[in-house]
T-cell receptor, first 116, second 116 residues
Framework: DADVTQTPRNRITKTGKRIMLECSQTKGHDRMYWYRQDPGLGLRLIYYSFDVKDINKGEISDGYSVSRQAQAKFSLSLESAIPNQTALYFC???????????????FGSGTRLTVV | AQTVTQSQPEMSVQEAETVTLSCTYDTSESDYYLFWYKQPPSRQMILVIRQEAYKQQNATENRFSVNFQKAAKSFSLKISDSQLGDAAMYFCAYNAGGTSYGKLTFGQGTILTVHP
């Protein structure tokens, strides 16, 4: 099994629908992140969580919300999807102590979301 | 805010040749960390190499090496003896210490094509 699992892998949804992207990890990491990837823009941070009770907005949080249900689970919701939210979404984790300074992130395999 | 710029949207190289991917960044921090990630068509994000800003010596990992020029804020990736499996999107990423610790800022990405 993958260390960081994202579901679904691909999803097509209609404008205005609510959709949730899920992320679970077996790394035991305390920090979790949601990024979106767009062509020509790289990966941009949506939300991040340094522990279950610590959730923060990233640079592009408008139109998104998150829930950290447990240390191992971090889900991203689009309350009312719009075509502009069509992108590849990544969940990632890092360890507080050894952290991204030494080991970078551990990424999930991404969710490709298409809003029509 | 920190920014990371990859000015080469696409690069190509012949198998067994050497290619260099460019990355520049803007920061006022003195303590930070730089990374190169590889994203093959499978979408997985793979850490290729990392560099600590306080280290003058350039990092090397097998066929991958960096040219870290701190004063110029430049962090290029050199791939020697290119292989077909090196074909991928490459992202440069920056992580500052302090309050930004744990959050990666990515460049726009460079698509590398390897010709047989």
């Amino acid at each position: 099994d993958a260390d960081v699992t994202q579901t679904p892998r691909n999803r097509i949804t209609k404008t205005g629908k609510r959709i949730m992207l899920e992320c679970s990890q077996t790394k035991g990491h305390d920090r979790m992140y949601w990024y979106r990837q767009d062509p020509g823009l790289g990966l941009r941070l949506i939300y991040y969580s340094f522990d279950v009770k610590d959730i923060n907005k990233g640079e592009i949080s408008d139109g998104y919300s998150v829930s950290r249900q447990a240390q191992a689970k971090f889900s991203l919701s689009l309350e009312s999807a719009i075509p502009n939210q069509t992108a590849l979404y990544f969940c990632a984790t890092s360890d507080k102590c050894r952290g991204p300074k030494l080991y970078g992130y551990t990424f999930g395999s991404g969710t490709r979301l298409t809003v029509v | 805010a920190q920014t990371v710029t990859q000015s080469q949207p696409e690069m190509s190289v012949q198998e067994a040749e050497t290619v260099t991917l460019s990355c520049t960044y803007d920061t006022s921090e003195s303590d930070y960390y730089l990374f190169w990630y590889k994203q093959p068509p499978s979408r997985q994000m793979i850490l290729v190499i990392r560099q600590e800003a306080y280290k003058q010596q350039n990092a090397t990992e097998n066929r991958f090496s960096v040219n870290f020029q701190k004063a110029a804020k430049s962090f290029s990736l050199k791939i020697s003896d290119s292989q077909l499996g090196d074909a991928a999107m490459y992202f440069c990423a920056y992580n500052a210490g302090g309050t930004s610790y744990g959050k990666l800022t990515f460049g726009q990405g460079t698509i590398l094509t390897v010709h047989p």
